[in-house]
């Protein structure tokens, strides 16, 4: 994130803490302060994402990651809750993705195009598995599973559900090119399908 993200993030986390616990906002020199120490935490944990960031909060408040019941919202904690929420969350989660990665990429022999389809289908199906008991995730780079889903017609999109991503992503992410823009909508439209199939929607 640029550093204006980062400020950015950094104010959404101390409002969102504040509000949740019933503090009063910070104005001033004093939330000048209180944004500079979150900046200072969110710089040691820039492998998460503003969404992971948000969760970890979310856990947080909730009182998730408290012994006594009590929650209180300080940086000091707030790190507590960074380092608790990928211990507890997002480790798990992505040990299955690599051990299901890894799997994958051990297919010696070449399949047929019945064997290709199965895979695909127990591919999404792992993957709903994993999204079932892990809400917050999202399989990365997922452009060319959406493809296996259209090959084989297991899924597909929408034309009209295609074309209102695809503008939403363009007025979003104003210098990507349209190659980019395709793959990070691909990538939604998978994730959106393994949502449907943790729910029980397809593949019954």
Same mark, same amino acid.
Not at 97 to 117: C, D, S
């Given at each position: 994130?640029?550093?204006?993200?980062?400020? #950015?993030?950094? $104010?959404?986390?101390?409002?969102?803490?504040? *509000?949740?616990?019933?503090?009063?906002?910070?104005?001033?020199?004093? /939330?000048?302060?209180?944004?500079?120490?979150?900046? =200072?935490?969110?710089?040691?944990?820039? $492998?998460?994402?503003?969404?992971?960031?948000? &969760?970890?909060?979310?856990? $947080?408040?909730?009182?998730?990651?408290?012994?006594?019941? #009590?929650?209180? +919202?300080?940086?000091? =904690?707030?790190?507590?809750?960074?380092?608790?929420?990928?211990? %507890?969350?997002?480790?798990?989660?992505?040990?299955?993705? !690599?051990? /299901?990665?890894?799997?994958?990429? =051990?297919?010696?022999?070449?399949? !047929?195009?019945?064997?290709?389809?199965? &895979?695909?289908?127990?591919?999404?199906?792992?993957?709903? %598995?994993? @999204?079932?008991?892990?809400?917050?995730?999202?399989?990365?780079?997922?452009?060319?599973?959406?493809? %296996?889903?259209?090959? +084989?017609?297991?899924?597909? *999109?929408?034309? =009209?559900?295609? @074309?209102? &991503?695809?503008?939403? /992503?363009?007025?979003?992410?104003?210098?990507?090119?349209?190659?980019?823009?395709?793959? *990070?909508?691909?990538?939604?439209?998978?994730?959106?399908?393994?949502?449907?199939?943790?729910? $029980?929607?397809? *593949?019954?």
């Amino acid at each position: 994130m640029t550093n204006a993200e980062v400020t #950015k993030l950094a $104010g959404e986390v101390i409002f969102t803490a504040k *509000m949740r616990l019933g503090y009063s906002q910070s104005q001033g020199d004093e /939330l000048k302060a209180e944004i500079r120490l979150i900046i =200072n935490d969110l710089r040691e944990y820039q $492998g998460l994402t503003p969404t992971e960031i948000h &969760l970890a909060l979310k856990a $947080g408040l909730n009182g998730e990651f408290s012994t006594d019941g #009590k929650v209180f +919202f300080s940086s000091s =904690n707030f790190v507590q809750w960074l380092r608790r929420w990928i211990a %507890d969350k997002k480790q798990p989660v992505m040990k299955q993705y !690599t051990a /299901l990665e890894q799997a994958k990429e =051990n297919v010696k022999i070449p399949p !047929t195009e019945a064997e290709e389809k199965e &895979l695909c289908r127990q591919v999404a199906q792992q993957y709903a %598995d994993i @999204k079932r008991t892990h809400p917050d995730f999202e399989v990365q780079v997922a452009s060319s599973l959406y493809d %296996d889903l259209e090959r +084989f017609g297991i899924w597909k *999109m929408e034309v =009209n559900e295609k @074309k209102e &991503l695809f503008q939403k /992503l363009q007025r979003k992410y104003t210098n990507a090119t349209h190659q980019e823009l395709v793959l *990070m909508a691909k990538n939604i439209a998978y994730n959106r399908f393994i949502a449907e199939v943790a729910k $029980g929607i397809l *593949m019954r």
